[in-house]
Nanobody
């Protein structure tokens, strides 16, 4: 059974940090691109960061570039999203996903096959 378990969300003050984890099982984690997406209330889901398993490159949306960092630990089948200098507008449910999008389309959620259940991040203003 394929599973992606996101965790690490919580409440943090503006300027604080959180690290999200995404534990994967049931598929060859090392051969999939891992993406983090988020959805704020009444907004569309948006891509935040991506780790391309093919060449190890990372991609970030402009809104989080230089503040967030994506990584993965193949031995643990786990991906991470380190979030620093958090802002109120980062408040959202964060999802991890696995797929094989081409690099230029990493932000397209429909190209990911597997999704975690989401973890809520709340940043106080």
């Amino acid at each position: 059974e394929v599973q992606l378990q996101a965790s690490g969300g919580g409440f943090v003050e503006t300027g604080g940090s959180l690290r999200l984890s995404c534990a994967a099982s049931g598929f060859p984690f090392a051969h999939y691109t891992i993406g983090w997406f988020r959805q704020a209330p009444e907004k569309a889901r948006e891509g935040v960061a991506c780790f391309n398993s093919g060449d190890g490159t990372t991609y970030y949306s402009d809104s989080v570039k230089s503040r967030f960092a994506i990584s993965h630990d193949v031995a643990r089948n786990t991906a991470y999203l380190q979030m620093n200098i958090l802002k109120a507008e980062d408040t959202a449910v964060y999802y991890c996903a696995a797929g094989r999008p081409i690099s230029s389309a990493w932000i397209t959620s429909s190209l990911y096959y597997y999704w975690g259940q989401g973890t809520l991040v709340t940043v106080s203003s």
